[in-house]
């Protein structure tokens, strides 16, 4: 694989165009609005010298990096060649699924088409394809440059020969790759939400306040991030939405969205992408 399509051009998109770059691939960056993509290489110019200033890559990577982008507005053009798609749009099955099926009549027979999705079904992506066995999901962490971990998704159809080629490119990134299975939230948001969702409980029934509930698992349970905290930095939208995946897909009310979170989401506080979540951010 040598040329990368990463769609959507937001905090995931750019993280992965900006980690495949540094690996010497040469990606095509995609998004409608071309000043969202401005300020993607803009966001991906300055982790590239916050690398550089600390010695972990050199100016030369750096540029080499930057000159490995480049970005379309047209996904017609930015897809043409690609040997892999990773799509990073916002986590709307109706969305994806326009995506995935536009995709795969413009790009090339042999590509693999992935999703950056945290909880979305792979199967279900694939469904809308001509090539499911070449669908697959590539779920990067937040900052994606930093976090080790690619959870590799395998739906329904995907083949073995796909998902060896994704686990080996995972690896050639430097990440560590894990295989899961297409069920709702896969293995992280499937542990971490409900985790998330019962601290917003533990907050809203008054249980203890916000900060209290932070410092127990960042001091009891050696997390680096208390949940509250983390779920700002997620975005509480995002996790809303995942929590909607899971409480639909396994019909247990265990899943349920915390009031709170519903209320919160409602009145625009999503977290530090809003300046304002259970926390205020300069």
Known sequence: ???????????????????????????????????????????????????VNKGVISLDVKQKSLRNIQTFTELKEGVHQADLVIEAATENLDIKLALFKEVDNLCPEAAILASNTSSISITKLASVTNRPDKVIGMHFMNPVPIMKLVEVIRGYNTSDESTQLIMDLAIK????????????????????MPMINESIYTLYEGVAGKEEIDKVMKLGMAHPMGPLELADFIGLDVCLAILKVLHTGFGSPKYAPCPLLLNMVNAGKLGRKTKEGFYKYD
């Open 1 to 51: 694989m040598k040329h990368i399509t990463v769609i959507g051009s937001g905090t995931m998109g750019n993280g992965i165009a900006h980690t495949f770059a540094q690996g010497g691939f040469q990606v095509s960056l995609v998004d409608v609005n071309q000043n969202a993509l401005n300020t993607a290489i803009d966001t991906i110019s300055k982790n590239l010298d916050r690398q």
């Open 173 to 192: 990134l430097e990440k560590e790759p894990v295989e899961v299975n297409d069920y709702p939230g896969f293995v992280a948001n499937r542990i971490l």
